[in-house]
Structures are given as structure tokens and as C-alpha cells.
């Protein structure tokens, strides 16, 4: 399932109540600050790091692929006295209604996982690619995910939403592919009221790249990887970094947009 459609309804309640962190806005703002504005933040979400970065002064658009989450975060914004560009935008299909190039772009966390298939990620790098400015920076974090353990399996998270209302989360059952670099998830999402139980089924799919198919991919893309970095090493990445971080830049002068 696409995250267009698997962020939709009662998740988008569930997202914002039961994600077991919050994004850090510190390298993006670091990122921002040394390679330039405007910038823009793929897969916003509800609006993390993106409107901490604009709460900091600096000119950031977003784009989500799920119109449930641009809807949030917009809210979140107006909640906030925060105006800023929030497009809904799938990543491998940038439109021309973003009518600026962006000194620096980035994934909110490994977002880029989300995309389900190597040729949608192919199509996003190049989408990058088109809007970038001539000497502008991406950075892409990226996940190597191993399977879920199996007594997480069946397992339900909650919290409440508002008085008398519950939300809860079961990760049931999975699927992991070594050979096609997936991990599929089937998940339960329900809201639980007095009135009754809301449900909803996802399938959640990780698509995942290794050092070596990320740096074919961005060459394909027309990208230059100026830097592969292991997260928890801080040295080159190899075959057995489980997280690690592209950053990438143009082969070549901008075409008009």
C-alpha cells in the first residue's frame, strides 16, 4: 500500500497520538542553515521538523502525498501562526505548481523508504533532481529494516485520543523479502468509543536500498553523491550499516522549469 493511501482517516489520528518519536529538527535546521533557502521537506506529515524550521526563521515549503496529513499540518501551521508552502505532492511526481527551485531538499526521516518500488524511486530522485537549484543539496536518510520480532507480533499499543476515546495500534503479521528489499506489515488501527470501534487495515511497506543500489540509483538520476555517511559510525557506508544518510547534488545545469 502507498503511503498516499495508508495515511488516511483514523492512522492520521493514530500517526499523531502513537509515533514513538519525534523528529529532531536539529540537522535539518544545521542542513538548511549550511547549504541554503528556500528549502523543501518531503513527506511533512503533520508538520515535523518542517514547522520548527519555519518557527526559526527559515523559508521552508513541504509536500505530502497524503492528503489527510497536508490537511494537519496545515492546521498545525494556522495553530502555530505559521505561513508556509504545504503542497499535497507525491515525491516522485513534483509538480510545476512549486514554482521555485530549492537551494536544499530533504526526507523528514527515512520517508524515502516509503516508496514502494525502485522505479517510483528512481522518478522521485529525478524529481529531485528538476527542482534543485544549479549548485543546491538533497538529503536523503535512509533504513535498513530487519523484521519485526515475533513477539511484537499481536501486540497492541494505545492512548487516548480525547475523553472516552481510545486509539490503538496492532502490528499482526509481516512479510520480509531479503531477495526484493521489502518488509510488508500488516496493521490494525482502531478508535474506540461508546458508540463503538472504528477499524482500519494497512498494509505498511518498507521498501529499502543498499550503499551500493542508492549510489546506481542516483547516478541513473542524474545525481552526484557527495557524501554516503552510516549514522552511528559517522564513516562511509557499507553493506551492514542498518541506517545510513545520502546527500546528493546535480550532475548538471537546471533545465527551466
Request: aromatic letters at 8%; a negative charge.
Amino acid at each position: 500500500m502507498e503511503a498516499a493511501e495508508f495515511y488516511t482517516g483514523i492512522v492520521v489520528d493514530a500517526y499523531a497520538k502513537l509515533k514513538s518519536s519525534t523528529f529532531d529538527p536539529g540537522p535539518y535546521l544545521e542542513f538548511v542553515t549550511a547549504h541554503g533557502q528556500p528549502a523543501l521537506e518531503i513527506g511533512c506529515g503533520d508538520g515535523q521538523p518542517l514547522l520548527d524550521l519555519c518557527a526559526a526563521g527559515l523559508d521552508v515549503d513541504g509536500v505530502d502525498s497524503s492528503l489527510d496529513m497536508v490537511e494537519r499540518c496545515r492546521a498545525n501551521a494556522a495553530e502555530r501562526g505559521i505561513t508556509t508552502g504545504i503542497f499535497h505532492q507525491r515525491a516522485e511526481s513534483l509538480s510545476l505548481s512549486l514554482d521555485r527551485r530549492y537551494a536544499s531538499i530533504y526526507f523528514a526521516g527515512p520517508t524515502f523508504n516509503l516508496l514502494a518500488e525502485d522505479e517510483t524511486a528512481l522518478r522521485a530522485l529525478r524529481a529531485i533532481r528538476d527542482h534543485l537549484t544549479d549548485d543546491g543539496t538533497a538529503l536523503i536518510p535512509l533504513w535498513v529494516p530487519g523484521p519485526t520480532p515475533e513477539d511484537e507480533l499481536g501486540v497492541t499499543r494505545s492512548t487516548d485520543e480525547e475523553s472516552g476515546v481510545e486509539l490503538r495500534y496492532t502490528p499482526l503479521s509481516e512479510t520480509y523479502d531479503q531477495e526484493h528489499r521489502t518488509r510488508i506489515t500488516v496493521t490494525r488501527y482502531e478508535r474506540v468509543t461508546a458508540n463503538g470501534t472504528e477499524v482500519a487495515s494497512r498494509d505498511w511497506m518498507i521498501h529499502w536500498h543498499t550503499p551500493d543500489s542508492m549510489r546506481r540509483m542516483c547516478a541513473e538520476a542524474g545525481l552526484d553523491v557527495i557524501g554516503l555517511v552510516d549514522d552511528d559510525t559517522s564513516r562511509d557506508a557499507s553493506h551492514e550499516s542498518e541506517s545510513f544518510t545520502a546527500t546528493v547534488r546535480r550532475t548538471g545545469p537546471a533545465l527551466a522549469l
